[in-house]
């Protein structure tokens, strides 16, 4: 199992935490995401992780990394 973090703007409610759970959720290799609100910290488990694609997705959904 593989982690990567970001920390990223925007995180505001459990909504923005829905959106980018369910957003990352379908990329390759992603088996489970958690945000904090606070911070905007994103932590994300799975195997061989892409951190561009995945930075790319973040941004594409209004996230982008600080």
Known sequence: M???EFNVLNVKCGGCVSN???GLA???G???V????EGGHVVVEGQALDRVE???KL?????PEK
């Open 26 to 28: 379908g990329l390759n």
């Open 30 to 32: 992603v088996s489970d």
């Open 2 to 4: 593989e982690k990567q």
């Open 20 to 22: 980018i759970q369910k």
């Open 34 to 37: 958690q945000v904090t609100i």
């Open 59 to 63: 941004a594409s959904l209004g996230y």
């Open 54 to 56: 995945i930075s790319q």
